[in-house]
């Protein structure tokens, strides 16, 4: 290797050279006077994600033939890398944590060394049966850190704090309020959404405060955990594997195809959340939504008009219970045990 001209990552002379090789051996046999030199530039597919979508490295290698005298002959290749910013490259969340009752922090990769990433926006959705004054502004109770990553690493991490008190909601019984504040976490030319959810309740002894993490997956079979805390979890469409954790879980059914499994649902605390398959004004309904628990070979063994889950470790439901919706009189829940 004889000269570089980029953005190298920090990675050795040592490492860039051991990516060319040439064939070695003779090249050209006696009594010929034409031969080829075969070269070969192999790299790990991953090994230049932290090149942006504006960078390039520029690699040359000086190929050296020589017929066993003095005389010698140079043949430069140049390999340029040039840098993408596709979906793999976007900033990724790789972690969730809950640090008390109202702060957390989650943890952002980014691949691409030199992307500058920060926290371009916050906003706020506000649901539930509470009275909410005209003009409260959600977003005032909530801050986070903006930025992240500065453009010298890789890994970065985004601490968040919800600064309202019980005190400052306290709500009937049987009334509910809940925050979902979404920050937007961009490196300059993609972005993407991490929630924090924020959820005030009375079931009767009291308002109590729980914070956690909106949790979304793709279009794809998705395998999403939750923390410790109240977390809402959205498969969307696929067979996805859901599994809340502790606290006061929502799962979100959709109407899209696949079977979800939620692998540890607490009849005590944990909720379905059907808002996604309604359809209508209040007090109608598209679907009605058949609950199971799954057999040994996984196959319901009762007729269904939509199934949208199976409960791993429950025998039995009382819809009054575990249904969380605000339309909840519209949902026709039929409910039978597994065999």
């Known amino acids: 290797l004889s000269g570089t001209n980029g953005n190298d990552g920090g990675l050795s002379l040592a490492a860039l050279e051991g990516l060319f090789s040439v064939d070695t051996g003779s090249v050209i046999a006696n009594g010929?006077?034409?031969?080829?030199?075969?070269?070969?530039?192999?790299?790990?597919a991953d090994l230049f994600d932290y090149l942006g979508g504006s960078e390039s490295l520029e690699l040359v290698y000086d190929v050296v033939a020589n017929d066993g005298t003095e005389?010698?002959?140079?043949?430069?290749?140049?390999i340029t890398v040039t840098g993408s910013n596709n979906a793999n490259d976007l900033p990724q969340v790789t972690g969730l944590f809950l640090d008390s009752a109202t702060t957390g922090h989650f943890d952002v990769h980014d691949n691409n060394l030199s992307d500058v990433v920060?926290?371009?926006g916050v906003t706020a959705a506000v649901s539930g049966n509470a009275y909410v004054?005209?003009?409260?502004?959600?977003?005032?109770?909530?801050?986070?850190?903006?930025?992240?990553i500065d453009g010298l690493s890789t890994d970065g991490t985004v601490n968040w704090e919800f600064t309202g008190l019980v005190d400052d909601f306290l709500l009937g019984t049987g009334e509910s309020l809940n925050f979902v504040y979404t920050a937007t976490i961009s490196d300059g030319i993609g972005s993407i959404d991490q929630g924090v959810v924020v959820a005030f309740a009375n079931d009767g002894s009291g308002t109590t405060l729980d914070t956690g993490y909106l949790i979304v997956g793709t279009a794809a079979n998705d395998t999403l955990t939750g923390t410790d805390g109240s977390d809402i979890l959205i498969g969307n469409a696929g067979a996805d594997?859901?599994?809340?954790?502790?606290?006061?879980?929502?799962f979100v059914m959709t109407a899209t195809p696949g079977i979800d499994?939620?692998?540890?649902?607490?009849?005590?605390?944990d909720f379905i959340n059907?808002?996604?398959?309604l359809s209508g004004m209040p007090g109608t309904t598209g679907n009605d939504v058949t609950f199971g628990t799954p057999t040994a070979n996984g196959v319901s063994m009762f007729v269904q008009v939509t199934e949208v889950a199976f409960l791993h470790g429950v025998g039995a439901l009382d819809s009054v219970n575990v249904?969380?919706?605000?339309?909840?009189?519209?949902?026709?829940?039929?409910v039978q045990q597994m065999i």
């Open 323 to 334: 249904i969380y919706d605000q339309y909840e009189a519209a949902v026709a829940v039929s």
């Open 71 to 78: 005389d010698s002959g140079i043949q430069q290749v140049t």
């Open 274 to 277: 059907l808002d996604a398959l």
């Open 133 to 148: 004054a005209p003009g409260f502004d959600p977003l005032t109770l909530f801050t986070t850190d903006t930025a992240i």
């Open 261 to 269: 499994e939620v692998l540890d649902f607490n009849v005590n605390e």
């Open 32 to 44: 010929v006077t034409d031969g080829v030199i075969n070269w070969n530039f192999a790299a790990a």
């Open 118 to 120: 920060t926290v371009t």
């Open 241 to 250: 594997i859901l599994s809340g954790g502790a606290g006061a879980d929502q």
